[in-house]
């Protein structure tokens, strides 16, 4: 058992930051991998895309038992140099409006994250209700979440901002995403 732990571990890494969550068990000597995503927070009453504020969109990102994926619809040169800063596993995603725009594209992002909550921005609300709405109407069914004010309202709120798209976690991170037991996390 304890020779599975390490190998489980880094699997588990290397899903989490390509933005799946697991839950894996052993079973007779096999490992079970499953996706996972379980979240207290209450759902639309209708399918739609729900509106956030920044601080909304914060508070869901920090809660302890939820786990939702930020999705960035921003352009390349947008994303480079600042992109929210959200605590790990939930670094945004980049997704350029115009890939969700494509079909094959749209059908691999819902390939993707379809199940799982996303929180979509961009810079100001405008493409991210855009490609939001996109999203809903290709069948997306985990809950969805708009972003109004985007990364421009984040800033201003004083909401933490990262620079690039690559993740660089510490050892502790990574100790911590091995051996943390709570909802949607690896076991």
Known sequence: MKKMAIP????GIML??????VNATTMENKIV????????????LSKAVT????????????????????IDVRRNDEWNPERIDTPIPEHP??????????????????????????????KAGGRSWKGANIILNAGFTGAIYNVVGGI?????????TAIGGIYNITVDE??????????GRIY
Do not use: M
């Open 93 to 122: 995603r980049h997704y350029c409006l115009d890939r969700l725009q494509n079909a094959t594209l749209l059908a691999k992002f819902i390939s993707l994250y379809d199940g799982f909550d996303i929180i979509v921005y961009c």
């Open 152 to 160: 421009t309202e984040w800033k201003v709120q004083g909401l933490p």
């Open 33 to 44: 991998i499953d996706k996972v995503c379980t979240n207290d927070i209450s759902q639309p």
């Open 8 to 11: 489980i571990c880094v699997i």
């Open 51 to 70: 509106n956030l504020t920044v601080q909304e969109a914060w508070d869901l990102l920090n809660g302890s038992c939820s786990y939702e994926i930020p």
């Open 16 to 21: 989490v930051i390509s933005g799946i969550s």
């Open 174 to 183: 990574a100790w911590d995403l091995c051996t943390d037991t709570g909802p």
